[in-house]
């Protein structure tokens, strides 16, 4: 069982729980950081808009191929595809986990 699954469970404490999301998340926020892109930004933007390039470019304001792109660049840096249903639920748990701690 993965720390997300555990957590639905009930079985994870809140430092540990942390550790995964910086863990998972962590290369993306620091990407953010020190490029100055907006790799969760996007990320969250994508996978609320379905992983719709169109819906999600509008929301963000930019082209579509720029979300292509990033999300390109965001499989590569986590090493996931968000192709993958097991893959989005970890990182969409992840995401809505981190703005649930940070209280956003």
């Known amino acids: 069982m993965n720390t997300i699954d555990a ?7 809140s430092e540990r729980l942390g550790r995964q999301i910086e863990h998972l998340l962590g290369p ?3 990407a953010d950081e020190t490029s100055g892109t907006e790799y ?3 990320l969250t ?4 808009c379905d992983r719709h390039l169109g819906r999600t470019a ?3 304001h930019v082209h579509a191929n720029t979300v292509r792109y990033r999300v390109m660049r965001i499989e590569e840096i ?8 097991d893959h989005r639920f970890r990182i969409d748990a992840a995401l809505r986990l981190m703005t649930t701690a ?3």
Not at 7 to 13: D, E, I, R, Y
Not at 45 to 48: N, P
Not at 78 to 85: A, E, I, P, T
């Open 7 to 13: 957590t639905l469970a009930g079985g994870v404490s």
């Open 28 to 30: 993306l926020a620091a």
């Open 40 to 42: 969760l930004r996007t």
């Open 45 to 48: 933007a994508y996978l609320k």
């Open 58 to 60: 509008a929301r963000l």
């Open 78 to 85: 986590l090493s996931m595809d968000l192709k993958d249903v």
């Open 102 to 104: 940070h209280g956003s």
